[in-house]
């Protein structure tokens, strides 16, 4: 069995409420192994868009052990953690979050800007995410001129352009139609077939059926058995 990518050991979040704290995540453990899709389900609230949050390294605020790709987040500055961010972890939003006042090849060029490439390296990466996503054509529009499932389309390519070793996903079907839907959940199962490591968040019984296993989630607590 290889090391796991994702390692959580009591990991722990909290909100000061009037008089006490709201616990959002109580004593998570959960190990990913690198080249496993895992799914993240559970009822509203119960802690799953928290949780890939943390996984992304998106929020700081949190107690416990994290072990990314052999480094202790919990250890790490804030510029550490960034570094560590942008070589490991893509993340795709279920709102797509684009810059609306880009197009698609420059969307598709924000996570490059912070490496230290030259003009035409970035260039060509770009091509080649705009080939393999069958963008071409879309490169000079405006995400407002594209359907919600070409957005995330874009959203996904941006994610993986800067070739993560981990694709986090946070309901990314959730503004879809069922055609849309299933053509992401087929990209997430060809470039985790790939040897992308994939973590999604959903409510869908489908979405999930493209996955490995389900971890689920209640009250900040993972069920187990
Ligand atoms: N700033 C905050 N202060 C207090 N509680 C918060 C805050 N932000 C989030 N929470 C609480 O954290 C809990 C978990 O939220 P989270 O968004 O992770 O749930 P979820 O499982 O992803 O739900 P959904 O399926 O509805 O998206 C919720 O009960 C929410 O009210």
Same mark, same amino acid.
């Given at each position: 069995m290889p090391e796991p990518l994702i390692s959580l050991r009591d990991v722990e979040k909290s909100y000061p409420l009037a008089g006490g704290r709201t616990w959002v995540l109580r004593r998570i453990q959960l190990d990913i192994r690198p080249g496993e899709f895992v799914t993240l389900m559970g009822p509203s609230g119960a802690g799953k868009s928290t949780l890939l949050s943390i996984l992304g390294l998106l929020d700081a605020e949190w107690q416990g052990q994290y072990f990314l790709d052999g480094q202790a987040v919990h250890a790490l500055s804030a510029k550490g953690r960034a570094e560590l961010a942008k070589r490991t972890i893509g993340f795709v939003f279920q709102q797509y979050h #684009? #810059? *609306?006042? +880009?197009t698609v090849a420059e969307n598709l060029e924000v996570p490059l800007?912070?490496? *230290? +490439?030259k003009r035409s390296e970035r260039e060509a990466l770009v091509g080649d995410m705009l080939d393999r996503f069958q963008l071409v054509g879309k490169k *000079? +529009?405006?995400? $407002?001129? #594209?359907s919600g499932g070409q957005q995330q389309v874009v959203g996904i390519a941006r994610a993986l352009i800067a070739n993560p070793k981990v694709l986090l996903a946070d309901?990314?079907?959730? $503004? #879809?139609h069922s055609t849309q839907a299933k053509q992401i959940m087929e990209m997430f199962q060809a470039l985790n077939r790939a040897g992308t490591t994939v973590v999604q968040v959903t409510h869908s019984e489908a979405n999930a059926a493209y996955g490995h296993r389900v971890v689920q989630l209640s009250d900040g607590w993972i069920q187990t058995g």
């Open positions: #684009l #810059l *609306d006042s +880009l800007s912070y490496r *230290d +490439l *000079d +529009l405006y995400p $407002n001129q #594209l309901e990314p079907t959730g $503004n #879809l």
